[in-house]
C-alpha cells in the first residue's frame, strides 16, 4: 500500500476504533455526528483496502474477526498518539482548558469531593467542572463520563485508574443518647438500643463487625432510617439513636465532641468500605484537563489528614 493509501484510510481507521469501543454502528455513528451508513461505508472502504474482513456482524451484536483484532490494536495505538500530539500543544498553552465531567457516589460528592472544588476552578479557570452524583456505576462512555469515583478493591474490568483514600465506617452516638439509654459495652448489647440505619433494604438492619478475626453479625432496631449520610448524622447528634456513618462525615463532629465513636477496636463491614479509585477508561494518555483534575485530587486526598 503506498502512503498516499495509507495517510486516505486514516479516517476509516478512526471510525473503525470508534465502532469497536462503542460496540455498534449506531452508537459510533451518534459519537462521531454521522449517520450509521456513512459508519458503515467506512468501515467497509477499510476492509476492502485491507482485503480483510474485520469484524463479524449479526443482529446482536459486533465481534472482531482475528485480523479485526490486529487491525484494532495498531489503528487504537495511533489514535493513542494523534491524542499526545493534542496533549503536547495543551502544555503548550498558557492555560490548560476544557470540559470534564465526573460521576461520584452522592455522599463523597457532597462531603469529599464537592468542598475541593472551588480550588480547582480557581487554579484553572478555563477547565469547566460537571459534578454528576449518582451511586449507580453507569458506563462512563455511554454516558459521556471523563472521570469516575467508585468504591472498589481494583479497577473494574474495561477501566483504569489510581486510589484516592479508604473509606471506612464507624458507629457513633450523641453523649446525650448514651446518658439516657447507657452506654454498649459490646456490640452485642447494639441489639438494645435504637439504631440509626440506611433503611434501602431489610440486610442493613443487620450489622456486621469483625475483631482479631472473630466476625459478629447484630440484627439491629431502631424507630429512624435513612439513605442519606448527612441525615443520619443529624439524627445520631439529635440523640434519636446510635448510627453508622462513613469517616469522613463523621469526622468533624467526633473532632468537635459532638459525638462519640462506640467500638474503636471493631471493624465495621459494609459493602459502602474500600479503596475510592478515580477512573477512567484505558489510555495510554490522559488527556491532560482529566490529568490536572486526578492529580489535585491525588494531592488533596493522599495526606494522613484525609485518608
Not at 500530539?85 to 502544555?91: A, K, N, P, R
Not at 463523621?250 to 463491614?269: H, M, S, T, V
Not at 477508561?281 to 484525609?306: S, Y
Request: aromatic share 6%.
Amino acid at each position: 500500500m503506498r502512503k498516499n493509501e495509507q495517510y486516505s484510510l486514516m479516517y476509516e481507521m478512526a471510525v473503525f476504533v470508534e465502532v469497536v469501543n462503542r460496540g455498534s454502528f449506531t452508537a459510533a455513528a451518534g459519537a462521531l455526528g454521522s449517520s450509521t451508513s456513512s459508519v458503515s461505508r467506512s468501515v467497509t472502504k477499510l476492509e476492502n483496502q485491507l482485503s480483510t474482513n474485520l469484524l463479524q456482524r449479526t443482529t446482536r451484536k459486533l465481534r472482531l474477526t482475528s485480523s479485526g483484532e490486529q487491525v484494532y490494536t495498531r489503528c487504537k495505538q495511533m489514535i493513542e498518539g494523534a491524542e499526545l500530539v493534542l496533549d503536547i500543544c495543551d502544555s503548550l498553552k498558557q492555560e490548560i482548558e476544557g470540559d470534564i465531567s465526573i460521576c461520584v457516589p452522592k455522599a463523597v460528592g457532597s462531603t469529599v469531593i464537592h468542598p475541593l472544588l472551588p480550588e480547582f476552578l480557581q487554579r484553572y479557570p478555563k477547565v469547566n467542572v460537571q459534578m454528576n452524583l449518582d451511586d449507580r456505576a453507569l458506563d462512563l462512555i455511554d454516558n459521556g463520563i471523563d472521570l469516575a469515583l467508585r468504591i472498589t478493591d481494583q479497577p473494574p474490568p474495561g477501566l483504569m485508574g489510581r486510589e484516592l483514600f479508604r473509606l471506612d465506617h464507624v458507629i457513633c452516638a450523641s453523649m446525650e443518647y448514651l446518658q439516657q439509654h447507657g452506654l454498649p459495652e459490646h456490640p452485642k448489647e447494639l441489639k438494645d438500643h435504637s439504631c440509626i440505619y440506611l433503611g434501602n433494604n431489610p440486610a442493613d438492619s443487620r450489622w456486621r463487625l469483625k475483631k482479631d478475626g472473630q466476625i459478629i453479625d447484630i440484627d439491629v432496631r431502631g424507630r429512624y432510617a435513612a439513605n442519606h449520610t448527612q441525615v443520619r448524622l443529624d439524627a445520631v447528634k439529635r440523640g434519636i439513636g446510635i448510627g453508622t456513618l462513613p469517616d469522613f462525615t463523621a469526622r468533624p463532629d467526633l473532632e468537635a465532641g459532638n459525638i462519640i465513636q462506640l467500638f474503636p477496636d471493631w471493624e465495621f463491614i459494609t459493602n459502602y468500605q474500600g479503596g475510592v479509585w478515580v477512573l477512567y477508561p484505558p489510555t495510554r494518555h490522559l488527556p491532560q484537563r482529566l490529568r490536572v483534575l486526578v492529580d489535585f485530587l491525588k494531592e488533596k486526598l493522599l495526606n494522613p489528614g484525609v485518608s
